[in-house]
């Protein structure tokens, strides 16, 4: 800007209308850019916490699975022991 010095720095009401909307222009760049940024990185916080999640999630199926293997092991003996006490019942009551 013309007539602007490190020392004197003109005003807004010394601006011509041309200068002010370069100012206002600039003004508004700079806090769109702002605003941008601090978008940029939320969304990159966003995208780290749910990578962490989901790794917890994987860890937590895992866990439920190996669980759920384990009960239908311990279910499937149950029901054997279930039928052999109930063979040797069938086997007392014909006797």
């Given at each position: 800007?013309?007539?602007?010095?490190?020392?004197?720095?003109?005003?807004?009401?010394e601006m011509?209308?041309?200068?002010?909307?370069?100012?206002?222009?600039?003004?508004?760049?700079?806090?769109?850019?702002?605003?941008?940024?601090?978008?940029?990185?939320?969304?990159?916080?966003?995208?780290?916490?749910?990578?962490?999640?989901?790794?917890k999630?994987?860890?937590?199926?895992?866990?439920?699975?190996?669980?759920?293997?384990?009960?239908?092991?311990?279910?499937?003996?149950?029901?054997?022991?279930?039928?052999?006490?109930?063979?040797?019942?069938?086997?007392?009551?014909?006797?």
């Amino acid at each position: 800007m013309q007539g602007d010095t490190p020392i004197h720095r003109k005003t807004f009401l010394e601006m011509t209308d041309e200068e002010q909307i370069v100012f206002i222009k600039q003004l508004q760049d700079r806090r769109l850019k702002s605003v941008n940024d601090y978008l940029e990185v939320k969304e990159a916080k966003r995208h780290v916490t749910l990578e962490k999640l989901n790794k917890k999630l994987e860890t937590k199926l895992k866990a439920f699975e190996k669980c759920n293997e384990q009960c239908e092991k311990v279910l499937e003996k149950l029901a054997q022991k279930a039928n052999e006490l109930k063979m040797l019942k069938l086997e007392i009551d014909l006797s």
